[in-house]
């Protein structure tokens, strides 16, 4: 019952860590390079750039949501198994976001790392 | 490229790897103390809600959620000029990191199937680090340029030349 738990929770915690992932990363793609931004206007303008971005606070929401089933999952297991399970299923769920909805290219080369990333996940099951 | 666009390479590569080095180390650090301070708060359940926040309290969680807020923070720098399908993968060091932090500080017991598991994840991923940050516009200059650079995108608002050189 304990594992069942542990696992909704990574479930949980991996989907809207894809949805808070994909939303930040569009976000920060609109704001554009902060370093050539700092460079440029200041600090304050980047933080009231990237503020002010409604997919941003979009994105924080979810990984909030994501954060809280993190913490419930720890209370229930090894942080050792917990935090690799859920990067790594977020990892492929974020390969085929991205692909889709970012339009990323995601080439042989990170579709080959996103196969050792699941072969990674089963071993971590076990 | 001259002598200070060489030097200009150096520094924009390794402000990058910085900030790399910054992702994968405040995660890694970020989640233990988490755990550590969530075991001495004892199970949070679904009916007692309320004891979520006080865990808040906690110093070791207290410090576990300001570094990652430090992870959030170099995470978005890291969004902002290269590829989600990027920044994963090459942040992925942070799995090895955990594992010794879980074994040796947290004294959780780590397995040799979980050990493989973690050196697959990180073998796997480590690979995408080597290639191209930005695939879906213009490559920056310091990147491999094996997409050819269109400005298909150059409307968006998001400057894609981002490494103009000023020297």
Known sequence: MRHLYTWG?????SLASVVGDVLLARAMKQVGDVHALLRRSGLWIVIGRVLSNPNFFLGVTAMAAAFFSLLFALSWGDVSLIAPAAASLTFIGNALAAKIFLHEKVDSRRWIAAMLVATGVALLAG | MGHAGTLYWLYVTFRKYLVLAGVAVFAATGDPMLSYG??????????HLSSLFAAVLNPWVAVG??????????????????DLTYVLPATSISYVLLALI????????????RWLGIAL????????????????????????????????????GAPSASYEVEL
């Open chain 1, 9 to 13: 929770a990574i479930l949980v915690m």
């Open chain 2, 38 to 47: 969530m075991k001495q708060t004892g199970t949070v359940s679904l009916h």
């Open chain 2, 65 to 82: 959620i300001v570094l990652l807020l430090a992870f959030f923070a170099s995470y978005m720098n890291a969004l902002s000029w290269a």
């Open chain 2, 102 to 113: 879980a074994r040796f500080a947290l004294h959780e017991q780590v397995s040799w199937r």
């Open chain 2, 121 to 156: 994840i990180s073998g796997g991923v480590g690979i995408v680090a080597g290639g191209p940050a930005r695939t879906e516009r213009a490559q920056a200059r310091n990147e491999h340029l094996e997409y050819p650079p269109f400005a298909k995108n150059a409307k968006d």
